[in-house]
């Protein structure tokens, strides 16, 4: 009880009291001048669009796509980029270029956005869970070999909340067993592993440019790889490939089913806007973590992000672990109360604070996966001849459900936008409520 006497002078604003913070935070706003700009080109020219359907130049796409994706390629230090409507189609194109297809499993992880662990399923092929780390939460190489068998072909590796994947192991293990990685770094741009920027560090990475992540264009994706055949096939992929296969002479035929993946220009011409505008973005953002994290370091029950050796982290968001034992209470009571010192932020006023826990279900809770779904009333591809009866139960990978149930918690009052002032502000609502832990303790049960 001792050291919770000043509680009384500083009730919780979950329990009625004042709170830390009641002023809206700033948006994350990357859309400026320069976009507008960009746009009216693209508007003054007419061309909003323009892919070819045969095999020929302009089956490439208009001069801003052309002119995004060579940037993009100069920027992150790779021969192609691919620029296409969505990272979810960015990863589709790559499992189909690469020529995954019908009973080939994929080594997935459960803790990301879906379609990290569904993209297999659109060739027929099986998606098998791995755990996540403890520390860094991105795939285990330890649960990856344990999950390799003769029917898988690749991996899905993602960059989770902005930190690479760990390269060294899981690029060797894939060589060691002849499996491709492709890398999912929607999360991550920018963020680097010995000097290497995610996205590249497989053999394609993919890259989100939705309106919620570092810098975007609406909606929109790339596709970087250095590898000229694959690269075709993703050109091809994304433009309806059927109808220009013939002409392309492309030597694998396989997977050459396309789709309309195609980016628009006035996309491409925010794109080229935005990507000038990423360095000192993130710059500001990495700024901005290590300042709250060595601040919230300093509170028992909070454990902050580990960075991998030789990795710079992009922190699509802030994740840290709670020691519920340490604590004396329950992460989850913790961080209502925290959300409860903090107001929203500007243009996302109806989330409320942006402080959660958790952070997606471990994906193989899906129904998807628990009743093997997939597609048409037979199930496809999970009712395949011969398939291999993979598991989904719970339990599957138990540190990503005790990071999902019990640990983790997150909050994205970090961004470029965000003020040393604001940064205070969070901090202080974590160090109100440790110091009157007592108090939720008392009110709680
Ligand atoms: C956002 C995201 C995607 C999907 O991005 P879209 O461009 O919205 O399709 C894929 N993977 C991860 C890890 C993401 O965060």
Redesign the pocket.
């Known amino acids: 009880m001792e050291r919770n006497l000043k509680s009384t002078m500083s009730k919780l604003a979950i329990n009625g009291g004042q709170p830390v913070r009641t002023r809206l935070f700033p948006a994350y706003r990357t859309i400026g001048i320069e976009e507008k700009r960009a746009v009216n080109r693209v508007l003054d020219s007419g061309v909003l669009s323009r892919y070819l359907g045969s095999w020929h130049q302009g089956f490439y796409g208009g001069p801003e796509v052309q002119a995004f994706e060579k940037e993009w390629a100069r920027y992150f230090k790779v021969k192609h980029a691919v620029a296409v409507n969505?990272?979810?189609?960015a990863?589709q194109a790559a499992l189909g270029a690469v020529g995954i297809g019908p009973g080939d499993e994929v080594i997935v992880t459960p803790y990301?956005?879906c379609?990290?662990a569904t993209a297999p399923l659109f060739y027929g092929a099986i998606p098998v869970f791995a755990d996540i780390e403890e520390d860094y939460f991105c795939l285990n190489p330890a649960s990856i070999e344990k999950k390799i068998t003769n029917r898988t072909k690749a991996i899905i590796a993602?960059d989770?909340f902005g930190q690479p994947y760990d390269a060294d192991a899981i690029n060797k293990l894939a060589k060691k067993h002849n499996l491709l990685v492709i890398e999912?770094a929607?999360?991550a741009p920018g963020a680097k592993h010995k000097g290497k920027f995610a996205g590249t560090l497989g053999d394609i990475g993919i890259y989100?440019?939705?309106y919620h992540?570092h810098i975007h264009t609406g909606?929109?994706?790339v596709i970087v790889t250095d590898n000229d055949e694959w690269a075709k096939r993703l050109r091809l992929i994304r433009n309806h490939a059927e109808a220009a296969i013939e002409d392309a002479k492309t030597k694998d035929l396989t997977n050459m089913v396309g789709y309309n993946f195609r980016m628009t220009e006035i996309q491409a011409a925010i794109g080229r806007e935005q990507l000038k505008k990423l360095r000192a973005l993130l710059k500001k953002r990495v700024k901005n973590c290590e300042y709250i994290a060595s601040r919230l370091a300093r509170i028992p029950c909070i454990i902050a992000p580990k960075i991998r050796k030789g990795v710079s982290h992009a922190y699509?968001v802030h994740a840290f672990r709670f020691d519920e034992n340490k604590a004396g209470i329950s992460r989850d009571k913790f961080i209502e109360a925290v959300r409860a010192e903090l107001a929203p932020t500007q243009t996302r006023e109806d989330e409320g604070p942006l402080v959660s826990f958790g952070y997606v279900k471990p994906l193989y809770r899906m129904p998807v996966f628990q009743r093997k779904t997939g597609f048409g009333k037979a199930n496809y591809p999970f009712n395949l001849p011969n398939g291999r009866k993979v598991s989904y139960k719970r339990g599957l990978c138990p540190v990503a459900e005790r990071m999902h149930y019990k640990e983790l918690f997150f909050h994205d009052i970090m961004h470029s936008f965000i003020s040393r002032e604001d940064a205070d502000d969070v901090i202080g609502a974590f160090i109100k409520v440790y110091k009157n832990i007592e108090q939720l303790i008392t009110y709680g049960k």
Not at 86 to 89: D, E, G, I, L, Y
């Open positions: 969505s990272a979810s189609s990863i990301s956005m379609i990290s993602v989770l999912d929607a999360q989100s440019l939705n992540k909606e929109g994706g699509y």
